[in-house]
């Protein structure tokens, strides 16, 4: 009795298989054709980081306080600010960030004290050279700020 | 231009100059135009039906798994990649012919022909419809199952020649599945052919008129198409080339052409099943309004469509799993059923 049991449940098994793949087929395709097509990122996305933009505002909010630069636990960070004038605030005129060996951990995001920080939706980082991976922020932020204006 | 190369002229030779010539010469443009014309033309028709229908199933296969798995499979070459297998069979033509130094090369070499010319053979017998086969000979389905039985022995050079333990055990692998499976195909096609009483495809087919045998026999339609499956050593039955065990079986070694040969073969062998499947339990060429290449290439390649499914379904079976199958189960039923189809033909003729 065993053996018949084991032939109809094995020949059984053989529709259900069947009926799983083959409507499986013409289900709609859910990959991305990459290089031509991108996927839009999720707000929660946490990419590399970058300077807050805001709408309004024509610059951007580090003070150069170095808090990221202390608390980021892969030391990639490095900040360079001036004071523009005696008495102002001082403000970040270069802020360098190594994403070689960034983990994406956040930190610097948390402990900024002005929120300057944010993480973007950037995910596919590549370059040809891993100096090219050395980044400075507020350049890229000019660089797109312009792009925006243009 | 010559009367040679004159198309009209070679035209009258062999319609109306050997109805009107008696002797020898009507009788050598007679022979001349039914064997000479229907060998060649019937091979080179062959040569490119084998070589299209591999690189449509190479294709097929590729964008079935992909759909399976919810992605698009390959888009670049081509529109929708059409040209990706056309490409990947020119860079195996161009390939050079690499031979390790330890094989055995003679054996080495021939392998490939030994598998590959099976194949070819049994297109001969295989009926597209009444007037299109290229010889229907009167012991068609005996040569497709007696030359088929010569892949095995292709395989085993193949293996043995490599001098590699991994092609070694896949090729005997391959042999003793094939041996234990080519029963069960045998037997039920033997419940087939009881029941018409030839071995001739069109005959098989003309049987069929009124009922398709796969409702007289289904126990046996059933049967053969899973021990055809097995035959053509395709997955869930690709043990002789089970890549997480054995690399890649019994070509490990093989490269270029050489390999490329064994890859036809077995998408070829792949048709030939499905072909004499339809032959035996879905007639053939039998169907309504659209002609009849249409209807047996319809039913061919719906039974391909499945078998190509099976490998996206099913996980490969164990050996002894294999071995179980063939022989406590397919042949003790393939025999049963045989044994019923001749009381019952006994009884009611």
């Known amino acids: 009795m065993k053996y018949f049991r084991n032939i109809i449940v094995g020949g ?35 990419g590399h980081i970058e300077l807050v933009r805001l709408p309004g505002e024509d610059g951007h909010f580090c003070l150069a306080c170095g808090t990221c630069e202390r608390a980021c636990p892969s030391k990639v960070i490095k900040i360079q600010g001036v004071k523009p004038k005696a008495g102002a605030n001082k403000a970040g005129v270069m ?23 944010r993480h973007s939706m950037a995910y596919d980082l590549a370059f040809y050279s891993r100096w090219d991976n050395v980044i400075d922020l507020v350049a890229r932020f000019k660089e797109q700020q312009e792009q925006e204006r243009s | 231009m010559s009367p040679v190369s004159d198309p009209g002229f070679l035209l009258y030779f062999l319609t109306q100059a050997t109805e009107r010539e008696p002797g020898f010469w009507n009788w050598a443009f007679y022979w001349f135009s039914q064997e000479v014309v229907v060998v060649v033309v019937g091979l080179l028709l062959i040569i ?39 490409m990947d069979a020119v ?35 295989i009926p597209f419809s009444e007037r299109l086969i290229v010889r229907d000979l009167n012991l068609g389905l005996l040569l497709i199952f007696a030359f088929s039985a010569l892949n095995v022995i292709g395989i085993l050079i193949g293996g043995w020649a490599s001098n590699n333990k991994y092609s070694l055990l ?10 234990a499976y080519e029963i069960p195909i045998l037997l039920s096609v033997m419940s087939v052919v009881i029941m018409t009483n030839t071995l001739r495809m069109t005959e098989l087919v003309a049987a069929q008129e009124k009922v398709w045998f796969v409702l007289v026999q289904p126990v046996a339609a059933i049967l053969y198409f899973i021990a055809a499956t097995a035959e053509t050593n395709r997955l869930p039955f690709d043990i002789p080339e089970a890549e997480g065990e054995l690399v890649a079986g019994f070509h490990s070694e093989y490269s270029g ?93």
């Open chain 1, 12 to 46: 059984w098994s053989l529709v259900l298989g069947y009926s799983v793949t083959i409507p499986e087929i013409f289900k709609p395709i859910i990959t991305v054709q990459y290089p031509r097509q991108k996927l839009e990122m999720d707000v929660g996305y946490r």
């Open chain 2, 48 to 86: 490119g039906f084998v070589t299209i229908n591999a690189i449509g199933l190479i294709y097929a296969e590729l964008k079935i798994a992909g759909h399976i798995q919810r992605r698009p499979a390959m888009m670049e070459v081509g529109w929708h990649g059409f040209l990706q297998p056309v």
């Open chain 1, 95 to 117: 802020y360098l960030i190594d994403f070689s060996r960034c983990s994406l951990c956040g930190i610097c995001v948390d402990v900024c004290p002005v929120d300057a920080l």
């Open chain 2, 91 to 125: 860079k195996l033509l161009v390939k050079e012919l690499t031979t390790p130094t330890a094989v055995n090369r003679p054996l080495f070499v021939v392998a490939p022909v030994i598998v590959f010319l099976p194949v070819l053979i049994a297109f001969i017998v």
């Open chain 2, 170 to 179: 896949g090729a005997l692998r391959s042999v003793s599945q094939n041996v």
């Open chain 2, 257 to 349: 052409m050489r390999f490329a040969l064994f890859f036809l073969a077995e998408y070829s062998n792949m048709f030939i099943v499905a072909a004499v499947f339809a032959t035996l339990f879905l007639g053939g060429w039998h169907g309504p309004i659209l002609p009849g290449p249409i209807w047996f290439l319809l039913k061919v390649y719906v039974l391909v469509f499945l078998v190509i499914v099976a490998r996206w379904t099913f996980p490969r079976l164990r050996f002894d799993q294999l071995m179980t199958l063939a022989w406590k189960v397919l042949i003790p039923f393939a025999l049963a059923n045989l044994l019923v189809t001749a009381l019952v033909i006994k009884l009611i003729r």
